[in-house]
């Protein structure tokens, strides 16, 4: 098994190119900034960098399908409250900055 490691730091000489999504529907404006990662996290990160906020004057309710990846969540602004249909007696949770796991439902 290969050893982890970051790749050294150097300057960027191009700018990174992103796409922008934003949807407006009942009472939710939704936008997300998409990026590839730096070539040198080739490896490391799969996919894409997601950058996303959201507004609402009203709870927002989110299923989330299986998926084969680890999402990495760095928040920078108020916690989301999580409830896991499986576990009602655990409530909501509040969550900041987290790390998802591998789930099958």
Same mark, same amino acid.
């Given at each position: 098994?290969?050893?982890?490691?970051? !790749?050294?730091?150097?300057?960027?000489?191009?700018?990174?190119?992103?796409? =922008?999504? %934003?949807? $407006?529907?009942?009472?939710? *404006?939704?936008?997300?900034?998409? =990026?590839?990662?730096? !070539?040198?996290?080739? #490896?490391?990160?799969?996919?894409?960098?997601?950058?996303?906020?959201?507004?609402?004057?009203? $709870? *927002? %309710? %989110? &299923?989330? $399908?299986?998926?084969?990846?680890?999402?990495?969540?760095?928040?920078?602004?108020?916690? +989301? #409250?999580?409830?896991? !249909?499986? &576990? !009602?007696?655990?409530?909501? %949770? =509040?969550?900041?900055?987290? *790390?998802? #796991? +591998?789930?099958?439902?």
């Amino acid at each position: 098994m290969a050893t982890f490691a970051l !790749p050294s730091l150097c300057l960027k000489s191009a700018p990174a190119v992103s796409r =922008r999504a %934003r949807v $407006v529907t009942a009472g939710v *404006v939704s936008e997300t900034v998409f =990026r590839q990662p730096d !070539p040198r996290f080739e #490896g490391i990160v799969a996919g894409e960098y997601q950058g996303w906020s959201e507004l609402s004057n009203q $709870v *927002v %309710r %989110r &299923r989330e $399908v299986p998926a084969c990846e680890i999402p990495f969540i760095i928040n920078f602004g108020s916690t +989301f #409250g999580f409830v896991d !249909p499986a &576990r !009602p007696d655990m409530g909501t %949770r =509040r969550l900041s900055t987290f *790390v998802a #796991g +591998f789930y099958d439902s």
